[in-house]
């Protein structure tokens, strides 16, 4: 039985990244850098009441991405983790996953902020990010906390060639 | 140019949910109820370090789902929302994303609570949730604001018949 899931993008994001260098390791250390979603024509229907969400969560194709490492050492340290416990692009399914800051809707789509996505990414979904949902608290964040943990931030938070 | 991204399950999900009938309108309100993660054995390495987070994000098959309503009303309410505007899953692609709160990590996968997928579902994904760039602050939650704020919930918050 073929049990494989096949997707069309629903558009493309055009961002400043043309490459991996300098893209930001994250959306939230992205602020400053403006994302534009082009949604195809036959999808844009359903941007209706879109504009009165804050932030959106975009989920599309890393489709720059050929390998998979089931374990691996992530950009913010030398120890190797398991894939599941990363949110490195070299994944079973190139999936990617981003909390953006809504900007404008526009007949072609949506301008965003909080880029950390390639230049003509494709994009499969766009849901609307919902703090009673996805705003979780308590929250333990394994091996990342300590490089974040009590205000700290990582000295690179961008690629680096 | 075929530009459809094909992917493959990693696991099924086992929850208490057979049908749509009494399944939660989002993992937030399923606290109470287990699921499992049957992970495929050839993707098990990829766990090494995830029990030391407390949420996962889950992305996966909607499989049960065909249709697509760009426009339509949601659970909560009368009015009609565009689909990106809203966590249905009559989507163009038909993804589902879940933060589910881990309960133990095993030789075949994982037990987490807070459950709102159906039994059998194909997982495509599976990546940490955290706090520092997924919970978000100062959101503005669109037409769901209504209906949580204030400390407010939803008098169903599980589908009916």
Chains 1, 2 share one sequence.
Not at 17 to 25: A, F, T, V
Not at 83 to 96: C, E, L, T, W
Not at 102 to 109: A, P, R, S
Request: aromatic share 10%; charged share 30%.
């Amino acid at each position: 039985m073929d049990t494989s899931v096949k997707l069309k993008p629903i558009g493309i994001i055009h961002t400043p990244y043309r490459e991996l260098e300098g893209i930001p390791i994250q959306s939230r250390f992205g602020e400053k850098s403006r994302g534009h979603i082009e949604l195809f024509p036959e999808y844009r229907d359903g941007l209706k009441d879109v504009e009165g969400f804050s932030h959106l969560i975009l989920i599309y194709h890393f489709n720059r991405e050929k390998g998979v490492r089931l374990v691996g050492r992530p950009f913010l340290e030398d120890q190797s983790h398991g894939v599941f416990a990363m949110r490195s692009p070299k994944r079973p399914n190139p999936i990617g996953f981003s909390i953006v800051k809504l900007e404008k809707v526009d007949d072609t789509g949506i301008t965003f902020s909080e880029v950390d996505m390639l230049d003509g990414t494709p994009l499969l979904d766009i849901k609307p990010y919902v703090s009673y949902f996805d705003s979780r608290r308590d929250v333990i964040n394994g091996w990342i906390e300590k490089h974040f943990q009590d205000g700290k931030k990582p000295e690179q938070t961008n690629l680096e060639s």
